[in-house]
């Protein structure tokens, strides 16, 4: 895949986890954005998510840090499939495609996967951004990192939800 101005340098992270929970539940966490500062410490805020959710087309805009410089990433909504599949563009700082599986599996649980390809832009910032992310272990820890927390949340919801029900 060849993002941006055709810069083969493309890199993949790929994580996978079992959830306990279904595939509604995780959907319901994992498909608003304005929760992406709970499982990522270098994003600060999102903006532009309408109360209803996202859709295929829509755009939003996330802010980012790194050390002491703050960036903008637009993302766009290319697929848009509750409760099984999405596909974000992130434009800016770093382009990426982020696409998140959700498949069922016995036992109200679910096998949730991010796949990220990405690739950093040129420039100090990019340099600064890039070397950040090499200092936290690479894209794939912090992909692990961020998917964990997500499953958390997610459990901790399902868990709350099921005892509220009782």
């Known amino acids: 895949?060849?993002?941006?101005?055709?810069?083969?340098?493309?890199?993949?992270?790929?994580?996978?986890?079992?959830?306990?929970?279904?595939?509604?539940?995780?959907?319901?966490?994992i498909s608003d954005p304005r929760r992406l500062p709970h499982w990522d410490r270098h994003i600060v805020r999102v903006e532009g998510v309408?109360?209803?959710?996202?859709?295929?087309?829509?755009?939003?805009?996330?802010?980012?840090?790194?050390?002491?410089?703050?960036?903008t990433i637009?993302?766009?909504?290319?697929?848009?499939?509750?409760?099984?599949?999405?596909k974000i563009r992130l434009m800016g700082l770093i382009e990426a495609t982020v696409?998140?599986?959700?498949?069922?599996?016995?036992?109200?649980?679910s096998l949730l996967e991010h796949i990220v390809d990405y690739r950093f832009r040129?420039?100090?910032?990019?340099?600064?951004a890039a070397r950040s992310l090499a200092r936290m272990g690479g894209a794939h820890l912090?992909?692990?990192?961020?998917?964990?927390a997500q499953k958390r949340d997610i459990e901790v919801r399902y868990a709350e939800r099921a005892t509220e029900g009782d």
């Open 1 to 29: 895949m060849v993002l941006g101005d055709g810069d083969p340098r493309v890199t993949e992270a790929e994580f996978d986890v079992v959830v306990d929970a279904p595939p509604e539940a995780v959907w319901e966490v």
């Open 50 to 71: 309408p109360e209803g959710g996202l859709r295929e087309g829509m755009r939003y805009t996330t802010e980012m840090r790194f050390f002491a410089f703050r960036n």
């Open 74 to 86: 637009d993302g766009e909504v290319l697929e848009w499939d509750p409760p099984h599949r999405s």
């Open 99 to 109: 696409t998140s599986t959700i498949e069922p599996l016995t036992g109200d649980r």
């Open 122 to 128: 040129g420039g100090p910032l990019g340099e600064v």
């Open 142 to 148: 912090a992909l692990r990192h961020g998917t964990l």
